[in-house]
């Protein structure tokens, strides 16, 4: 296949990368590098199925040639990101998200989009199925990344059905693992970078708001698996254990040995008391669950962070 990965050096996005040249397939990465990262991608430069593309898929779209797939990922995706970058995020996921349907369209491919568990905004219902609408606040800090991905759904939808063009939606719930950047704000990357660093760890709230957590080479399995069905409505794609936040601080400190305190804010605006996908449908269509258990899985990405630690410290010691 021939594939363009839109966002294929954001974190996820390189992973999936990984994943289709690992199975032979020749691979476009568009990306603008605004929160991606080329050096997530630098190991292919030297395949011959591998083609890199600078461009923000907010603007028009040319591409020679045929095209199998267009998956979707560009967009910024952590709160750090997406409230610093707001009309950036409500772009990409609307005008974006036009851009690589028309892309498409007009090309005879498969579309996939990378939709978001935040799509369920305060969740009233728990576990989430696919079939709960949500509780967002359109006007809140967050409403710039949660009504996008509503909109990016909506638009998918609309295209699928007006066109018939062959679509796939997934919501993706909290991942992490490798390249997930130490800065980029979310809870996983935030205790780890600084447990590393010797520094409390912020718990906002009293850190019983809960999460899950899936590695990433699950959700990458999963986004494949649902690309082989004909199945055009949202699937949940995430981990059914459910943690609070103040539980995975102190398993991380358990995992980096670090004796480090723990530091309490006040909760963010509209930031979400629960959060657990049903994993009802992935299981029956996909087959699918998730392999990589949380303290397997966070080992490797601690180990993953000091690795780059090591590597920024060399760094600034030859420098110096």
């Known amino acids: 296949m021939r594939v363009l990965v839109t966002g294929g050096a954001g974190f996820i996005g390189s992973h ?71 009309i950036e995020t409500l772009k990409v996921n609307s005008l974006g998200t036009h851009n690589t349907l028309g892309l498409a369209l007009a090309k005879k491919a ?60 997934v919501r993706i719930f909290n991942c992490y693992g490798p390249r997930l950047r130490p800065d980029d704000g979310r809870v996983v990357s935030s205790f780890i970078k600084q447990a590393l660093n010797g520094e409390p760890l912020t718990i906002y709230g009293a850190g019983q708001q809960t999460r899950s957590f899936q590695y990433v080479s699950d959700l990458v399995e ?19 254990q459910e943690k609070t936040v103040l539980e995975l601080a102190n398993i991380i400190k358990d995992l980096t040995g670090v004796s480090c305190e723990l530091k309490h804010e006040p909760l963010p605006k509209d930031d979400p008391q629960r959060r657990l996908p049903d994993i009802t449908m992935a299981k029956k269509l996909l087959n699918w669950n998730p392999q990589v258990d949380l303290h397997t899985g966070l080992k490797k990405t601690i180990d993953w962070y000091r690795s780059e630690l090591e590597k920024s410290q060399g760094l600034s010691a030859s420098r110096s």
């Open 222 to 240: 999963g986004i494949r698996r649902l690309m082989e069905v004909d199945y055009h409505l949202p699937v949940n794609i995430g981990n059914p």
């Open 110 to 169: 498969k579309y996939f989009l990378a939709s978001t568990s935040e799509v369920y905004g305060d969740p009233l219902v728990h576990p989430q199925p696919e079939e709960y609408w949500g509780n967002v606040n359109p006007i809140g800090p967050r409403g710039v990344y949660d009504e996008a991905k509503r909109f990016a759904e909506a638009l998918t939808m609309a295209y699928h059905n007006k066109h018939a063009l062959d679509t796939r939606i």
């Open 16 to 86: 999936f990368t990984d994943r289709l040249l690992e199975e032979g397939h020749h691979v476009l990465v568009m990306d603008n590098l605004l929160t991606g990262n080329f050096n997530n991608i630098a190991q292919h430069q030297s395949n011959s199925r591998f083609e890199f593309i600078h461009h923000n898929v907010s603007n028009h779209i040319h591409l020679i040639g045929e095209i199998d797939w267009v998956i979707h990922f560009a967009s910024p995706a952590s709160p750090i990101d997406y409230l610093h970058l707001p």
